[in-house]
Structure formats: C-alpha cells, structure tokens
C-alpha cells in the first residue's frame, strides 16, 4: 500500500515539474519575442524619423520653421478676431447704454410738446396788457383786479418755465444769432439795414429744445443780402 501511494505520489510530483516549466518556458519566449518585435518597430519608427544625411536634417528644418510659422500666423489671426468681437462686444454695450440713457431722457418728450401750447397761451395773455395800462383809466378796483390777473399769469408762466428748465425743456429764441437749419425754421427772408445775411432778425414764435434735441424749432425771419 506504502509503494502504491509513494509511486502515485512520484508521478504526480513529475506531471507538477513538467507542467510548471512548459508553461515557464511558453512565457518566456513569448516575453521575448514580444521584446524583440517591440524593439525592432522602435528601431523603425525611429529610423523613418531621424534623417540620416544634412540636406534631409535642412528639409526637415525647413518643413517644421513653415509648419511653426504657419501655427503662429493663425494664433496671430485668433488673437486679432478676439480683439475685434471683444471691441464689438464693448461699441454694442455703449450702444445699449446710450439707448438706455436717451430714452430714460426723451420719454417726456411727446408730454413736453403738449405742454408748449399751454406755454404760447400763457406768454401772450401774460403780454397782452401792457405795463402803462394797469395804472390808467376806470375804477381802482378794476384796476387792482387787471393787475392782480396780470401777476397771476406772469407768475404762472414764470413756474411752467422753471418747470420745463427743471426737466431739460428749454427755450431758443435765436434774435440776432445766426441760422441754424436743425433749430430754426426759416418762415421769410427780408433785407435788413446792418444785419449780416443769414442772421435772424424776428421770432414768430419760440422754439425748444429737449437735452440738445429740437422739439420744436423756432419760427424766424432770416435776413438777406442786397439786390
């Protein structure tokens, strides 16, 4: 029985040691050959990239300076259409700002030229009784009544006009100033002794102007040259 197990022991031992070296052996030749093929594609990649000879070092100079130029024009190129969308970008926000801005100051725009009306009335009742007449003529009370009116409206076209100035709303009356097409509008032309052609010499009717933007342009005589 001692036999048949050391006998049985002895082949199994053997089969182990066979089995364990052909594998050791199968490994090793395939880390080998693996190695050996590795090396030799290095050696080939590595002989197709280096030039052997001076003139092909120069032509590869040469190729690799015109692919580095290359590369640096078209950095350059990015970098002058990032300059100019981030100007674009700034000139559309000041844009932006300025409408803003404008309409913030224009949006009584169309309110003020309803009101220029309400000012032309009140100036020419204000000027309709002129200084002499409140002391002449008639009762004291009818005279203390005319003059009390006449204070009133000149009081109140003396507020309307502080209110206007207030908000930007102000006056041109251009006597004597020279002509301006974007603030004046020529009703007649007329020779005037010492007045220089082109001057304004009468004010039909004033104009305004709302923070620089004519609302309404005054109405003038402009004075010509002699025939």
């Known amino acids: 029985m001692a036999s ?5 022991v002895g082949r199994l031992a053997k089969y182990v040691t066979e089995s364990t070296f052909r594998n050791l052996r199968s490994n090793v030749y395939r880390s080998t050959t693996r190695g050996y093929s590795t090396e030799e594609n290095t ?3 590595s002989s197709e990239k280096l030039p052997t000879t001076i003139e092909e070092c120069h ?3 040469e190729t690799l300076t015109g692919e580095l130029n290359a590369i640096k024009a078209q950095a350059k190129d990015y970098e002058d259409k990032y300059k100019r969308a981030l100007a674009e970008g700034e000139n559309v926000r000041r844009r932006m700002v300025k409408q803003v801005e404008d309409a913030k100051s224009f949006a009584i725009q169309s ?5 220029l009306d309400v000012a032309d009335t009140l100036s020419v009742a204000a000027e309709s009784v002129p200084e002499s007449a409140l002391g002449e003529g ?7 009544a005319l003059r009390s009116l006449h204070d009133g409206v000149r ?14 709303l102000v006056a041109v009356s251009p006597l004597r100033e020279k002509f301006d097409p974007n603030l004046h509008e020529a009703l007649f032309q007329q020779e005037v002794e010492g007045a220089e052609p082109g001057t304004v010499v009468a004010v039909s009717k004033v ?7 004519c609302v309404r ?8 040259g002699s025939s």
């Not at 048949?4 to 049985?8: D, G, L, N, R, W």
């Not at 309110?111 to 009101?115: G, I, M, S």
């Not at 008639?138 to 203390?144: I, L, M, R, T, V």
């Not at 342009?217 to 010509?224: D, F, N, R, T, Y």
Request: overall charge positive; aromatic content about 8%.
């Open 59 to 61: 032509k590869q100079l």
């Open 217 to 224: 342009p005054a109405l003038v005589g402009v004075a010509k």
């Open 4 to 8: 048949i197990t050391a006998y049985s």
């Open 43 to 45: 050696k080939e990649e």
């Open 138 to 144: 008639g009762a004291e009370g009818a005279a203390a």
């Open 155 to 168: 009081l109140t076209r003396a507020m309307l006009t502080q209110v206007f100035t207030r908000h930007g």
């Open 207 to 213: 104009g305004y102007k709302l923070h620089e933007r």
């Open 111 to 115: 309110f003020c030229k309803d009101l």
